[in-house]
């Protein structure tokens, strides 16, 4: 079993996981937008609010691309149209496949 596999699994508690108390919908770790709170701040407190530093000490960067490494992974997926070099989480994908590659 992968580390990744060992993780718990979360469940949703209904209060909003960024810490505000807010109820969060059933099913959902966060109120409406506090995803993105929460993300912010987590880089602010973690990583000097830089993602660079943040990709930086989980060993990516310019000599390894964490979008391949999610690729490879298989939990994002590359452009299959060749000379295209678009990769993004599956429904990202689905939105790139309908536009009009040159």
Known sequence: MSAEQERPRLVPTGTCWCGCGAEAAIGAFFARGHDKIAE????????????????????FGPARSVTDEAVRQGRWH????????????????????KKPHH
């Open 40 to 59: 912010a701040a987590l880089l602010a407190v973690r990583f000097d609010g830089s993602v660079p530093r943040l990709l930086q000490e989980h060993g």
């Open 78 to 97: 590359a452009c299959p149209t060749d000379g295209c070099d678009y990769k993004g989480a599956p429904a990202g994908l689905r939105l790139h496949l």
